[in-house]
């Protein structure tokens, strides 16, 4: 009984690592051009877009205190200049970067 709930509590962690892989994957792909590879904002896409700064930031004081329901619901949806990724990202895969995302944040804001 040990070594099953040894195997089991060995694939749940592998498992883990590899869903954050896979998020730090997709961020790169879907996120990292507005949001910057640190989550603070990519400064090409504040005068491409006409935002500030803050605007692509995902690790600000505001962003963080925001629910992960919240995160959720405006990267399904899109928000302002933020599009849709509905049907481009799957629901499980969208909460596995929110949690990728708060994980940038530096360990002060957190």
Same mark, same amino acid.
């Given at each position: 009984? %040990?070594?099953?709930?040894l195997?089991?509590? /060995?694939?749940?962690?592998?498992?883990?690592?590899? *869903?954050?892989?896979?998020?730090?994957?997709?961020?790169?792909?879907?996120?990292? *051009?507005?949001?910057? $590879? !640190?989550?603070?904002?990519?400064?090409?896409?504040?005068?491409?877009?006409?935002?500030?700064?803050?605007?692509?930031?995902? /690790?600000?004081?505001?962003?963080?205190? %925001?629910?992960?329901?919240?995160?959720? $619901?405006?990267?399904? !949806? *899109?928000?302002? +200049?933020?599009?849709?990724?509905?049907? +481009?990202?799957?629901?499980?895969?969208v909460?596995?970067?929110?949690?990728?995302?708060?994980?940038?944040?530096?360990?002060?804001?957190?």
């Amino acid at each position: 009984m %040990k070594r099953l709930s040894l195997l089991l509590g /060995v694939l749940t962690l592998l498992a883990a690592v590899a *869903g954050a892989e896979d998020a730090a994957k997709l961020y790169g792909a879907k996120c990292a *051009g507005c949001h910057g $590879k !640190d989550g603070k904002g990519n400064a090409v896409m504040v005068k491409a877009l006409k935002v500030d700064l803050a605007a692509l930031s995902l /690790v600000d004081a505001a962003s963080l205190a %925001k629910k992960d329901e919240e995160w959720v $619901k405006v990267t399904l !949806d *899109g928000q302002g +200049k933020m599009p849709a990724q509905k049907g +481009k990202i799957k629901d499980e895969d969208v909460k596995a970067l929110v949690a990728y995302v708060r994980g940038l944040a530096p360990k002060s804001a957190q």
